[in-house]
């Protein structure tokens, strides 16, 4: 039971390269999350998901771009890395419904230079 | 604006004592709480939530206590162990929506032996 899994767990980028973090759930969740987690700072909401085809944005969505083409996976986009990307980044998801919790993966670190 | 504080970053305890974790919110909008466990290279976990409707929720050695009117709950572990040393995050989301999850900058608890 694979749960919420992250793909890469590390990288390290050049300013202004480009890439795309995966996210995979295999629960058969409707909705999907896309946070960052920076030091002294509580996780904050990148962009969501609350069924495939749709995508909607968060707290901090600037310079990100996220794609739900298939229920399982969410992507998120770096187009031009800046430094300011330099994060720890989570996916979640959850089932329908109110007040449900979310699952998370376990994280990538993600480094700019 | 951080809608969700933490103000304690640490937390030191006698294995078998109580640990009692704060949070307090701002956004009187917040109608469902949760707390998650982090340990280190991981993501977040699941530990207990707790409905606006609610003042008490218990599961075990975990139990959250909501008082809305001072817009702070708190988190009692009773009896801590070791393995429960890890960062706790707060969490809170709102009814009109309860996909934009905030969440505290975190507690790391440390459990000695």
């Known amino acids: 039971n694979a749960g919420v899994t992250q793909t890469p767990k590390f990288r390290v980028l050049k300013t202004g390269q480009s890439m795309t973090l995966l996210c995979a759930q295999d629960?058969?969740?409707?909705?999907m999350y896309w946070y960052r987690q920076d030091p002294g700072m509580g996780l904050r909401l990148i962009h969501y998901?609350?069924?495939?085809?749709?995508?909607a944005k968060g707290e901090v969505p600037d310079g990100y771009n996220v794609s739900r083409l298939k229920k399982q996976n969410f992507l998120l986009g770096l187009e031009s890395a800046a430094p300011s990307q330099t994060s720890v980044y989570f996916c979640?998801?959850?089932?329908?419904?109110?007040?449900?919790?979310?699952?998370f993966g376990d994280g990538t670190r993600l480094s700019i230079l | 604006d951080q809608q969700v504080k933490q103000n304690s970053p640490s937390l030191s305890v006698q294995e078998g004592r109580i640990s009692i974790l704060n949070c307090d919110y701002t956004?009187?909008?917040?109608?469902?709480f949760l707390w998650y466990k982090k340990y280190p290279a991981e993501g977040p976990t699941f530990l207990i939530s707790?409905?606006?409707?609610?003042d008490k929720n218990e599961d075990g050695r975990f139990t959250v206590f909501l008082n809305k009117s001072a817009k702070h709950l708190s988190l009692h572990i009773v009896p801590s162990q070791p393995g429960d040393s890890a960062v706790y995050f707060c969490?809170?989301?709102?009814?009109?929506?309860?996909?934009?999850?905030?969440f505290g900058a975190g507690t790391r608890l440390t459990v000695k032996p």
């Open positions: 979640a998801s959850r089932t329908g419904g109110s007040n449900q919790p979310q699952h």
């Open positions: 629960m058969n969740h409707e909705y």
């Open positions: 998901s609350v069924g495939e085809g749709t995508t």
């Open positions: 956004n009187s909008m917040f109608d469902y």
């Open positions: 707790i409905s606006s409707i609610k």
């Open positions: 969490a809170a989301s709102s009814w009109y929506n309860n996909n934009d999850m905030r």
